[in-house]
């Protein structure tokens, strides 16, 4: 069945280090791939999306690229912050009718001063 | 603040005890969806209903039973507990009913559920 890899955690950074998390992905067809962040105490709120190969998401600074060679979606930043300190989640869906998300187990990121 | 909103934040229970979390979606969302995050087991989906109607199971036991009202609130029912049962639920809202990646889905924050 469809499933996400993620690398594990915790990544442990300085501010203004160069972040890059791991995804990699199993599925037939061609998903969409996401990235979701859960900062402590919260829901899950979408960070950026890609739908098609080669597709590039971004949003905040964060930027992960479809490669559907690789199955990979790896999430990076260019210069962390205190404040990115959290968990980052992948996900795919596919379009088969329905919108279920199918999570990575999520690595945390603790950026530190 | 998504507008997804979910009652109640916390709930401690005890084994073989029922009980019901409740969700509001963003306005205008028609599908709701649930998601059960354990340390064991990771987030995992449950079920999604679109605009009252069952549209899809995920890993949902057979103890736990969902529903979406005429207001498009979703109540997600938990029977016989179990320690295992301990996780923290989210429901998330989507506009579509199929919309894939062209239809994000807004998380609440979740009900933290402590089985003891």
């Known amino acids: 069945g469809d499933s996400v890899t993620q690398m594990e955690g915790p990544v442990t950074l300085s501010e203004e280090a160069f972040l890059t998390i791991n995804c990699t992905y199993t599925?037939?067809?061609?998903?969409?791939l996401f990235w979701y962040v859960q900062y402590p105490g919260e829901g899950l709120q979408l960070l950026l999306k890609?739908?098609?190969?080669?597709d590039k998401g971004s949003n905040k600074g964060f930027e992960a690229t479809y490669r559907k060679e690789t199955t990979s979606f790896h999430l990076e930043k260019g210069s962390v912050q205190v404040s990115d300190s959290a968990v980052y989640f992948c996900?795919?869906?596919?379009?088969?009718?329905?919108?279920?998300?199918?999570f990575g187990a999520g690595t945390r990121l603790a950026v530190h001063p | 603040d998504s507008g997804v909103t979910q009652t109640p934040k916390h709930l401690i229970t005890a084994t073989g005890q029922r009980v019901t979390l409740r969700c509001s979606p963003r306005?205008?969302?028609?599908?709701v969806y649930w998601y059960q995050q354990s340390l064991d087991q990771g987030l995992q989906f449950l079920i999604h209903?679109?605009?009252?109607?069952?549209?899809a199971k995920g890993n949902i036991l057979e103890r736990f039973s969902a529903q979406q009202f005429p207001d498009l609130h979703s109540e997600l029912n938990l029977s016989s507990l179990e320690l295992g049962d301990s996780a923290l639920y989210f429901c998330?809202?989507?506009?579509?009913?199929?919309?894939?990646?062209?239809?994000?889905?807004?998380f609440g924050p979740g009900t933290r559920l402590t089985v003891l």
């Open positions: 996900a795919l869906s596919r379009f088969s009718g329905y919108n279920k998300l199918i």
């Open positions: 998330a809202s989507s506009v579509m009913a199929s919309g894939g990646a062209y239809d994000t889905q807004y």
């Open positions: 306005s205008g969302d028609l599908s």
């Open positions: 209903y679109y605009n009252g109607e069952e549209r």
């Open positions: 599925a037939t067809g061609y998903p969409s």
């Open positions: 890609a739908t098609k190969a080669d």
